[in-house]
T-cell receptor, first 113, second 112 residues
Framework: NAGVTQTPKFQVLKTGQSMTLQCAQDMNHEYMSWYRQDPGMGLRLIHYSVGAGITDQGEVPNGYNVSRSTTEDFPLRLLSAAPSQTSVYFC????FGVGNTIYFGEGSWLTVV | DQQVKQNSPSLSVQEGRISILNCDYTNSMFDYFLWYKKYPAEGPTFLISISSIKDKNEDGRFTVFLNKSAKHLSLHIVPSQPGDSAVYFCAASGQGAQKLVFGQGTRLTINP
């Protein structure tokens, strides 16, 4: 029972490089989302998806792209990494609808130098 | 504009005593509130939730209280155990959406 799986767990990028954080879930959840956690700020929503082919912006979407071609996968792309994107990134998933438990992955630590 | 606030960055409690974690919110459209627990190097895990139509929800040692007029919720842990040492996040959502707005977190330390 894998749940929500994120890769890579750690990554160091140079400013201007691009990369993709992978997220996969095996629970057939419709809803998936990406958050970032910064010191003293809790978790902030980047992008979310309510189903395959449907994505929308969260609170802090600038500098990130997402797509949802399958129910299972929800990759997060950093187009041109900046030091301000140094953070811990969490992917989450749940069945659609308020009241359904949202499950988080273990996190991806990204450092942009 | 911090819509969900946890004003205590840390809390230290003796094992066996009650731990009370507090959370305030400003957006009156929030109607669903959750507490998540997070250990280092792990993702947040769901602990307990409460709908705005209730003022209390219990699950074992954990109870969440909601005071809508004060826009305040609290998490009570009784009795506190060493394994409860973690960072606790309060979160809220509203208008039927699942987009969570998180507080900054409170680091709870249970002392033996």
């Amino acid at each position: 029972n894998a749940g929500v799986t994120q890769t890579p767990k750690f990554q160091v990028l140079k400013t201007g490089q691009s990369m993709t954080l992978q997220c996969a879930q095996d629970m057939n959840h419709e809803y998936m989302s990406w958050y970032r956690q910064d010191p003293g700020m809790g978790l902030r929503l980047i992008h979310y998806s309510v189903g395959a082919g449907i994505t929308d912006q969260g609170e802090v979407p600038n500098g990130y792209n997402v797509s949802r071609s399958t129910t299972e996968d929800f990759p997060l792309r950093l187009l041109s990494a900046a030091p301000s994107q140094t953070s811990v990134y969490f992917c989450a998933s749940s069945y659609f609808g308020v009241g359904n438990t949202i499950y988080f992955g273990e996190g991806s630590w990204l450092t942009v130098v | 504009d911090q819509q969900v606030k946890q004003n205590s960055p840390s809390l230290s409690v003796q094992e066996g005593r009650i731990s009370i974690l507090n959370c305030d919110y400003t957006n009156s459209m929030f109607d669903y509130f959750l507490w998540y627990k997070k250990y280092p190097a792990e993702g947040p895990t769901f602990l307990i939730s409460i709908s705005s139509i209730k003022d209390k929800n219990e699950d074992g040692r954990f109870t969440v209280f909601l005071n809508k007029s004060a826009k305040h919720l609290s998490l009570h842990i009784v009795p506190s155990q060493p394994g409860d040492s973690a960072v606790y996040f309060c979160a809220a959502s509203g208008q039927g959406a699942q987009k969570l707005v998180f507080g900054q977190g409170t680091r709870l330390t249970i002392n033996p």
